[in-house]
Nanobody, 123 residues
Framework: QVQLVESGGGLVQAGGSLRLSCADS????????MGWFRQAPGKEREFVAA????????NYADSVKGRFTISRNNAKNTVYLQMNSLKPEDTAVYYC????????????????WGQGTQVTVSS
């Protein structure tokens, strides 16, 4: 079974950086595509970034291109989201998710979810 646990969230000033981590206890982590999503109060959950099973292909939301980087270390069963040049608009609960097939951007296309970690960016 897949169990995802996020960490690394916190409070940061605008322009600062954070790195989120998502650890997976599943036995077949290396076969999953992984994604990051975020949800702010009163808003729908939105796609942030995704990475294919071998890390070769990635996809980013336009709002984070050039600022965020998704990566993975299959030996550690972990996916990361490096967030630079943070803006107040990035404030949200960030979730990692896994799916058994290729890249996808819709929340409904992912099979497993972590509990979320809060990211707050102050101005």
């Amino acid at each position: 079974q897949v169990q995802l646990v996020e960490s690394g969230g916190g409070l940061v000033q605008a322009g600062g950086s954070l790195r989120l981590s998502c650890a997976d206890s599943g036995r077949t982590f290396s076969s999953y595509a992984m994604g990051w999503f975020r949800q702010a109060p009163g808003k729908e959950r939105e796609f942030v970034a995704a990475i294919i099973w071998n890390g070769v292909s990635t996809n980013y939301a336009d709002s984070v291109k050039g600022r965020f980087t998704i990566s993975r270390n299959n030996a550690k069963n972990t996916v990361y989201l490096q967030m630079n040049s943070l803006k107040p608009e990035d404030t949200a609960v960030y979730y990692c998710a896994a799916r058994e097939r290729g890249l996808a951007t819709g929340p409904g296309e992912y099979d497993y979810w972590g509990q979320g970690t809060q990211v707050t960016v102050s101005s």
